[in-house]
Each structure stands twice: as C-alpha cells, then as structure tokens.
C-alpha cells in the first residue's frame, strides 16, 4: 500500500488520478485508503488533487456536524451513538 500511496502524488497523470478517485468511490474504499494514508502519516495534500478531494469529501462526511451528529446521522435524524428500533428505517 506504501508504494501506491508513493506513486498518487501531484504528479501522476490527470487521467490517471481520475480513474483512481473513481475506483476509490466505486468500490467504496475511501475508508480503507484514508486509513493507510494516516497510517502512513499522509495528508490528503500530498496526494494528486483528485484524488485528495475524494479524501476529503470522505473525511468531511465522517465529521461530526454541530450538536454532535455526524453528517450521514444529521440528514437521517439520529444521534451519534443512538440507535434506531429494528425493522425501522
């Protein structure tokens, strides 16, 4: 994972990076590539702006809006650490 975290930086071609941020979408993987790029103690700047920007949208969508509530949970209505009965959606 460290070399393809090496070879996602600002240099790598346009296309390239954005075919790279629409596999980290599709596959739904922003989790698993924010977790190894902290691991490694990368920020999303030193990645190639495409794909930065899907690190970030990620990181952004994981933070908890004012009063506590993430914002997936703040559309949905439901307190961090809440849950909704079973069988309601």
């Keep these: 994972m ?3 975290l090496l070879l996602c930086g600002p240099k790598l071609d ?3 990076a954005e075919r790279i941020a629409i596999e ?3 596959e739904k993987a922003q ?3 924010a977790f190894c790029a902290r691991r490694l103690d990368r920020e ?12 970030e949208e990620f990181e952004q969508a994981r933070r908890p809006a004012p009063g506590g509530l993430t914002q997936r949970r703040a559309r949905a209505g439901t307190p961090r ?3 909704r ?3 309601t959606r």
């Design 81 to 83: 650490g809440s849950r």
């Design 2 to 4: 460290r070399r393809l």
């Design 44 to 55: 999303p700047a030193e990645y190639h702006p495409r794909i930065a920007e899907v690190l």
């Design 14 to 16: 346009e296309r390239v």
């Design 31 to 33: 989790y698993d590539f």
């Design 85 to 87: 009965p079973r069988g």
């Design 24 to 26: 980290i979408v599709a």
